[in-house]
Nanobody, 122 residues
């Protein structure tokens, strides 16, 4: 079992930045790929970014490419999502998730955090 706890969400003005963190505990085998997803009110949960176990492979949703960066520090069992040039449409609950192997598919992830709210005001 892997437990995931997100932090770093909050309220920010459009154009601003935030950095989300996801701390892993339990069976924190660094071979897990990590992903960030988000869910806005009334919408399905959607893929944002993913990173493989050693950080060499990353993938992003087109909507965040060039603005968001996913990274990880395996010594700290933590994955980050640095979000720049935030837009009101980025407002959502952001979740981190873990699985073996990189994937952009929500249902393929085995472990999930509780989420952290990000609100971008216009």
């Amino acid at each position: 079992q892997v437990q995931l706890v997100e932090s770093g969400g909050g309220l920010v003005q459009a154009g601003g930045s935030l950095r989300l963190s996801c701390a892993a505990s339990g069976r924190t085998d660094s071979s897990y790929a990590m992903g960030w997803f988000r869910q806005a009110p009334g919408k399905e949960r959607e893929f944002v970014a993913t990173i493989n176990w050693n950080g060499y492979t990353t993938r992003y949703a087109d909507s965040v490419k060039g603005r968001f960066t996913i990274s990880r520090d395996n010594a700290k069992n933590t994955v980050y999502l640095t979000m720049n040039s935030l837009k009101p449409e980025d407002t959502a609950v952001y979740y981190c998730a873990a699985r073996i192997g990189v994937s952009t598919i929500t249902n393929e992830y085995d472990y999930w955090g509780q989420g952290t709210q990000v609100t971008v005001s216009s």
